[in-house]
């Protein structure tokens, strides 16, 4: 076979040049080198419109596709659900685009949807609700009209309903059949306590009892436009969109309200040993702690410890110890969250063999006690920081992302109170030392005060490992609660005789 010379010719010369090539390669990878990177994020006042019909809109053109998505943040939430009645507002959020409309029923809908090729989804969560519409950019005027109508008047379809409350009812029945479940309602209810708005749940009763009509009072007392933040990205002239969105929330049908404060009247449990018995394979383990709101000064320093901790997987001590040297989980971590409305727990968690669960969470408590107590390595600070500080771009990667982040932080009320965040948030991380890092580990992991949560075989976790002989309820206050199952259907405490069935 003849090769072209030109191509025998480019070989040969790169084959000449790669001694040299070859010099300026390190022969190690954490030996690599790269130049500082230059990147500023978008500015948030540049997007932000305040529209007249009362919404404020974060309005980002981008050519790249001939899409468009909008997002509406709605202030509302299942906090505002009426006592009893838990399951309103989660049945609003998922039948506002899925019951139909005034014009429309909801398979009418749907099929005109598909014809589109658009999205349309919505939901209402703990503290907002959300509405989405993603369409081609060419079918943009009746995309917003089916938006319009479906906020403004929607069926609440029947069957829709009916179809959603059997399902409801049939995902209760297997709230104890997962120890996972088990685990993340126990949490909640011991970090922030048991009559705390978040550990309401949904009932048989509760579900049964709505209506339509319930439906319609909730849509029509919080969905409207002064509860609104939205998102727009995609491809639109910027005033044009600007003119459409004026229009879809003019005249709108119904005042509304605004909505209270989410409650932040939260109660931890007193520190010990909480444990539900469950016959599974495996204890799982959460270790808890009082948390941070998101504006505390020293979320920075929070969030380095934490990453150093338990929250930057591999390269984390309690990751290390319990799994890399140990083999005792297949992961373990931390959590430090940054409460916007009241200050999120801290959590340390992993699952373990019965066996293996006393002694695996008295590793997770040491760790929590030596970054107090030593200071942590250059090393260590390092990888955190950029872990932070390198991935920050990737916020702002597409337009929609920068859309939407912007709009959170309206929603929020972060970018009333401090406009500035982006753009001074990784000097604030590059500024936290390693005294900073010990302070707080200090101020906030006190390990001798932590509510443990263990979900497993009761007999066999409190027999624990011969060779690490560790009591499970020594570890927190000598203290050890069993609490016992709920039941599924009404989440209250069963006998445990009837639990065992």
Request: charged share 25%; hydrophobic share 40%.
């Amino acid at each position: 076979m003849n090769m072209n010379p030109r191509i025998l010719s480019l070989a040969a010369a790169l084959m000449a040049l790669s001694p040299a090539f070859a010099a300026d390669i390190p022969d190690r990878p954490e030996k690599l080198r790269f130049p500082p990177l230059t990147f500023e994020p978008p500015s948030a006042a540049r997007s932000r419109v305040p529209l007249k019909a009362g919404p404020v809109a974060y309005v980002v053109p981008d050519r790249t596709l001939p899409l468009v998505n909008i997002s509406i943040l709605v202030r509302t939430g299942n906090y505002l659900d009426p006592q009893g009645r838990e399951g309103v507002a989660d049945f609003t959020g998922y039948l506002l685009t899925r019951g139909g409309t005034k014009s429309k029923t909801a398979e009418e809908l749907e099929e005109r949807l598909a014809f589109l090729a658009a999205g349309l989804g919505s939901g209402v969560g703990d503290d907002q609700g959300s509405v989405n519409l993603n369409l081609l950019s060419k079918d943009l005027s009746e995309g917003l009209a089916i938006l319009r109508e479906v906020l403004t008047a929607p069926r609440f379809q029947q069957d829709k309903l009916e179809l959603y409350r059997q399902q409801n009812l049939q995902g209760m029945k297997q709230r104890n059949d997962d120890s996972t479940a088990i685990e993340g309602r126990e949490k909640e209810m011991l970090a922030y306590g048991t009559n705390f708005w978040s550990c309401r749940y949904t009932t048989q009763k509760s579900v049964a009892s709505i209506t339509a009509d319930d439906l319609r009072a909730f849509h029509q007392r919080w969905f409207h436009p002064a509860n609104f933040v939205v998102a727009v990205s995609g491809d639109f002239d910027r005033a044009d969109m600007v003119a459409k969105l004026e229009a879809l929330f003019a005249d709108w049908p119904s005042q509304g309200e605004v909505p209270p404060p989410v409650p932040t009247d939260i109660a931890m449990a007193k520190p010990g040993v909480y444990m539900v018995d469950k016959d599974v394979n495996q204890g799982r383990v959460s270790v808890l702690l009082p948390g941070v709101h998101r504006d505390d000064p020293d979320m920075p320093a929070v969030m380095v410890m934490n990453d150093i901790l338990g929250g930057g997987g591999f390269t984390s001590r309690i990751m290390n110890r319990v799994r890399s040297d140990e083999g005792l989980a297949y992961g373990a971590g931390s959590a430090f969250p940054a409460g916007v409305h009241y200050p999120l727990a801290f959590q340390a968690g992993f699952a373990s063999k019965s066996a293996t669960v006393a002694y695996a969470t008295s590793i997770v408590l040491e760790e929590m006690n030596r970054i107090g107590s030593t200071p942590v390595s250059d090393q260590e600070m390092d990888t955190a920081k950029r872990s932070f500080i390198d991935t920050f771009p990737e916020n702002f990667n597409t337009k929609g992302k920068v859309a939407g982040l912007f709009a959170r932080e309206e929603f929020t009320g972060r970018y009333a109170k401090k406009p500035d965040h982006f753009a001074t948030w990784r000097g604030r991380i590059e500024a936290v030392t390693k005294a900073d890092v010990q302070r707080v580990a200090q101020k906030h992991l006190h390990p001798e005060k932590a509510v443990i949560l263990v979900v497993g075989q009761k007999e066999e976790i409190l027999k624990g490992n011969p060779g690490h002989p560790v009591e499970l309820k020594q570890l927190a206050s000598g203290r050890l609660t069993e609490l016992p199952l709920r039941d599924p259907l009404t989440m209250e405490p069963m006998p445990k005789e009837k639990a065992e069935k």
